[in-house]
Nanobody
Framework: VQLQAFGGGLAQPGAPLRLSCAVS????????MTWFRQAPGNEREFVAG????????YYAESVKGRFTITRDIAKNTVYLQMNSLKPEDTAVYYC????????????????????WGQGTLVTVSS
């Protein structure tokens, strides 16, 4: 199973950016896909997660109303649409796959995830 994340880059404050994470080697069904991020000098933190079956979505408070996580079942791909970007959103963004459907209380626990993408850098700066 491989996760390929892409779409990062340099964005101005207030601009949008969309990240993608394509999964190969496994057809997503009763899984959970999540985005984490790690800013320089900080620990990795939960950003947004989605249950593949049913599509329930969950967000960190810091990104609610600005970021949207979606999935394309046919493409086995999860997206993170980031709007109204702020300099504090600057980080390496990682997608992660749990082979099970996680409870809300488990979404933020990194050890619950079985596979990780390589990370894509998002820099928000004017």
């Amino acid at each position: 199973v491989q996760l390929q994340a892409f779409g990062g880059g340099l964005a101005q404050p207030g601009a949008p950016l969309r990240l993608s994470c394509a999964v190969s080697g496994h057809t997503l069904s009763t899984n959970t896909m999540t985005w984490f991020r790690q800013a320089p000098g900080n620990e990795r933190e939960f950003v947004a997660g989605i249950r593949w079956s049913g599509g329930s979505k969950y967000y960190a408070e810091s990104v609610k109303g600005r970021f949207t996580i979606t999935r394309d079942i046919a493409k086995n791909t999860v997206y993170l649409q980031m709007n109204s970007l702020k300099p504090e959103d600057t980080a390496v963004y990682y997608c992660a796959l749990s082979m099970g459907s996680l409870r809300l209380s488990s979404l933020k626990q990194e050890h619950r995830y079985d596979y990780w993408g390589q990370g894509t850098l998002v820099t928000v700066s004017s």
